[in-house]
């Protein structure tokens, strides 16, 4: 049962666009929605969350916007840049007695130059 | 800060031999996961501790799996007997007790990276 789901496993955008990568989700008790870049080689590192009880968060080039009637989730990164390029993980965790991130499948970022 | 040391990074083994990976948790922190990262897929929890008690290990398949987490600092990740479906990325993380239920201080290290042939 696959709770979070990321449809696009890779996208290309030109240096200096909008790249947009999306989540759905499942469960609608989810507390905490987050962002992960990954880049070959390395663990995951946090990026941006949001509460599940907002819409919007931003943190600089970086804007997660959170639709719960859709259970759908969207990271904006603007402008993009090649150093951008990394496998981005959604990740969704409920609080309790665990607090368990449950990972998406990633989407391959490749920002051209 | 030190971050989360893991090692080996890298370990092939043939398949029915026994594995095992070390992880070193940031210093003072109380909760500590181990993950399983199969390529194309995303990180799944195997484990979880809080200090040395185990919280979740409902994805762990303990019939190959151990782990263990002895005076609530250092943990071992243990596969024994491998079978080929076991090649992926064991990612350790970790993270303080008082911010773990936001999920934004999770640590993760840089990952074992098994190969079972």
């Known amino acids: 049962d696959q709770q979070v789901k990321q449809n696009s496993p890779s996208l290309s955008v030109q240096e200096g666009r909008i790249s947009i990568l999306n989540c759905d989700y499942t469960?609608?008790?989810?507390?905490?929605f987050l962002w992960y870049k990954k880049y070959p080689a390395e663990g995951p590192t946090f990026l941006i969350s949001?509460?599940?009880?907002?819409d919007k968060n931003e943190d600089g080039r970086f804007t997660v916007f959170l639709n719960k009637s859709a259970k759908h989730l969207s990271l904006h990164i603007v402008p993009s840049q090649p150093g951008d390029s990394a496998v981005y993980f959604c990740?969704?965790?409920?609080?309790?007695?665990?607090?368990?991130?449950?990972f998406g499948t990633g989407t391959l970022l490749a920002v051209q130059p | 800060e030190a971050g989360v040391a893991q090692s080996p990074r890298y370990k092939i083994i043939e398949k029915r031999q026994s594995v095992a990976f070390w992880c070193n948790p940031i210093?003072?922190?109380?909760?500590l996961y181990w993950y399983q990262q199969i390529l194309g897929q995303g990180p799944k929890l195997l484990i979880q501790?809080?200090?040395?008690?185990?919280?979740?290990d409902s994805q762990l398949p303990k019939d190959r799996f151990s782990a263990e987490r002895l005076k609530g600092v250092d943990s071992t990740l243990k596969i024994q007997p491998a079978k080929l479906e076991d090649s992926a990325v064991y990612l350790c993380?970790?993270?303080?007790?008082?911010?773990?239920?936001?999920?934004?201080?999770?640590?993760f290290g840089e990952g074992s990276w098994l190969t079972v042939v």
């Open positions: 949001i509460s599940s009880i907002k």
């Open positions: 501790f809080q200090n040395n008690g185990v919280v979740d």
């Open positions: 469960n609608s008790m989810f507390d905490y």
């Open positions: 210093s003072g922190h109380a909760t």
């Open positions: 990740a969704a965790l409920r609080r309790g007695a665990t607090n368990k991130l449950i």
């Open positions: 993380a970790s993270s303080s007790l008082r911010d773990t239920f936001s999920g934004n201080t999770i640590y």
